[in-house]
Structure formats: structure tokens, C-alpha cells
């Protein structure tokens, strides 16, 4: 069974600081990796995706994560933040080749202080 | 907005009734999975179904049940309610069952069980 650690459960920063949330999953196979964020009221959107290739992946609204094989992580940064990234992120997985169903860790909120 | 929608918004019901939840999925999507995310907590896989059949489940007892119909929207039906399903009801729909397709998630239903 697949599992997702995210540990940090709530990050304040202020505007134009630099952020990187951690992740770690767990699971014995090939895995593709997610990273979404949900505005508050809003539904999960798509940050940002790893299936294969460079191991550093640029999402939406100038995110990226940084896939690391041996230390099972995919942590996502952004040089710096504003005060519309307040939100929830939420790290997920799923085996490769396998059914679609995400597992998702339990998340982190951001909060961004103008 | 994702195209994925989701009926009813909120929905508050007794311990022991019966819930059912509605999800219409994007256009031209044939995939519909379900999840479930408790306050504080990243959502949960609860199934799939595919092109009218369920294709994958996770750690959910039998009362949650499920159906997709020929225009591939889908239902989530929870019998026997219990003060723990108070939750978020998620809704991904996809064009695709692999693992590399994206899910697209509507606003979801909060369901709250007295």
C-alpha cells in the first residue's frame, strides 16, 4: 500500500518569501507524484505532475518540485510567494501502470501575510 | 472551473439515514472516482467506476455504495450513516482509468451526520 507523508501542517510566511513544502510517500513500486492546492472554497486543482523523465517539474503559477528517487521525496518550492497562495497543498500518488486511484497525504495550509 | 459538478452543496442528515451524492463529470470523460476528505485531513480514495463498473475500491466498508450511469455521471449512495462520515465528498472525473490521466475534482458535497 502506497502512503504520503506531508510535516509540515501549517506554514506561515510573509510575501516574497521563498517556500518548500515537504513530501515523502511510501511504496515498494513505480510511482507518478501530484502536487494540488485548494483555495479556500474552491475545489483541488492541479499544481503540478511527475510521471517520468527530468526530475524537476515547473507547474502552474510559477511552482516546482523536485522528484529525489533515493530519499522517496517530491517537495514543492516557489522562489517567492504572494499573498493569493494562501492555501491548502496537498501532496498525492499513485502506482504507475496501475489504476488511477491518488493517494493523498493529510496536507499543509499555507498562510501568506501581506 | 473544472466542469466537474457536484449536487447537493450541503446536505445535513440523522445518524442512521440514508445520503445519496451526485456528480456529473466533465465532458467526455468516462471515469468518475470518489473521495472522501474529513476536516483536517487529505481526501480518501473511496472507488472508481468505469465505464458503468466499479474498478477499484479502497478501505471503505460495503454501506458506501456507487453507480455510474450511461452518460458516465455518477452517484455515491452511504447507508446507515454514522457521526463519522461527516466529510467532504469529492469527485474526480477523468478521460482515462490509468494512473496517468489527470483527475479533474469538482467543489464537493460537505455533508455533516447529527
Known amino acids: 500500500a502506497q502512503s504520503v507523508s506531508q510535516h509540515n501542517h501549517h506554514v506561515i510566511l510573509s510575501e516574497a518569501a521563498s517556500l518548500e513544502l515537504g513530501c515523502n510517500y511510501s511504496?515498494?513500486?513505480?510511482?507518478?507524484l501530484f502536487w494540488y492546492v485548494q483555495y479556500p472554497g474552491q475545489h483541488l486543482q492541479l499544481l503540478l505532475k511527475?510521471?517520468?523523465?527530468?526530475?524537476l517539474v515547473k507547474g502552474i503559477k510559477g511552482f516546482e518540485a523536485e522528484f529525489i528517487k533515493s530519499k522517496f521525496s517530491f517537495n514543492l518550492r516557489k522562489p517567492s510567494v504572494q499573498w493569493s497562495d494562501t492555501a491548502e497543498y496537498f501532496c498525492?500518488?499513485?502506482?504507475?501502470?496501475?489504476?488511477?486511484?491518488?493517494?493523498f497525504g493529510s496536507g499543509t495550509r499555507l498562510q501568506v501575510q501581506p | 472551473e473544472t466542469g466537474v459538478t457536484q449536487s447537493p452543496t450541503h446536505l445535513i442528515k440523522t445518524r442512521g439515514q440514508q445520503v445519496t451524492l451526485r456528480c456529473s463529470s466533465q465532458?467526455?470523460?468516462?471515469?468518475v472516482s470518489w473521495y472522501q476528505q474529513a476536516l483536517g485531513q487529505g481526501p480518501q480514495f473511496i472507488f472508481q467506476?468505469?465505464?458503468?463498473?466499479?474498478?477499484g475500491r479502497g478501505n471503505f466498508p460495503p454501506r458506501f455504495s456507487g453507480l455510474q450511469f450511461p452518460n458516465y455521471s455518477s452517484e455515491l449512495n452511504v447507508n446507515a450513516l454514522e457521526l463519522d462520515d461527516s466529510a467532504l465528498y469529492l469527485c474526480?472525473?477523468?478521460?482515462?482509468?490509468?494512473?496517468?490521466?489527470?483527475?479533474?475534482f469538482g467543489q464537493g458535497t460537505r455533508l455533516t451526520v447529527v
Open positions: 474526480a472525473s477523468s478521460s482515462g482509468q490509468g494512473a496517468n490521466t489527470e483527475a479533474f
Open positions: 511504496y515498494g513500486g513505480t510511482v507518478n
Open positions: 511527475y510521471f517520468s523523465g527530468d526530475p
Open positions: 498525492a500518488v499513485n502506482a504507475r501502470g496501475g489504476r488511477r486511484a491518488l493517494t
Open positions: 465532458s467526455g470523460h468516462n471515469t
Open positions: 467506476y468505469y465505464r458503468e463498473e466499479e474498478n
